[in-house]
């Protein structure tokens, strides 16, 4: 019986890191106008890169080490505030990039 449980675990393990690893990023187009609606602390999606995240949860989660300075690019195209933050700390971390993948749901309509 713990030799069924353990390949059992072992597979339930193997499939999840495989679904990690091979996951691909959200490639739905969203126009700056839908952007745009979407551009309180309430509702907030930004575009960073060509890419477009939703952080309304991560604003909700005050996790951000910034405070409200992520407000600033809600609903716009937040690539220039991302990469030279307004309080003259330079670019974002290697570490805030990585958090921010967790948030993307598409990609900017060219």
């Known amino acids: 019986m713990k030799k069924i449980s353990v390949g059992v675990l072992l597979v339930t393990l193997a499939?999840?890191?495989y679904m990690l690893i091979s996951?691909?990023?959200p490639t739905t187009p969203y126009s700056?106008?839908?952007i745009a609606k979407h551009s309180s602390r309430e509702d907030?999606?930004?575009a960073v890169e060509g890419k477009v995240y939703d952080v309304t949860g991560y604003i909700a989660s005050g996790m951000h080490k910034g405070k409200?300075?992520?407000l600033m690019g809600c609903g716009?195209?937040?690539?220039e505030?991302?990469?030279n933050r307004p309080?003259?700390?330079g670019a974002h971390s290697k570490l805030a990039r990585e958090v921010m993948v967790k948030f993307a749901i598409g990609v900017v309509k060219q």
Request: glycine letters at 8%.
């Open 15 to 17: 499939v999840g890191v």
């Open 23 to 25: 996951k691909k990023a």
């Open 32 to 34: 700056m106008d839908e």
């Open 44 to 46: 907030c999606w930004m």
């Open 68 to 70: 409200d300075a992520i």
């Open 76 to 79: 716009k195209d937040a690539t």
């Open 81 to 83: 505030i991302y990469n």
């Open 87 to 89: 309080n003259g700390s």
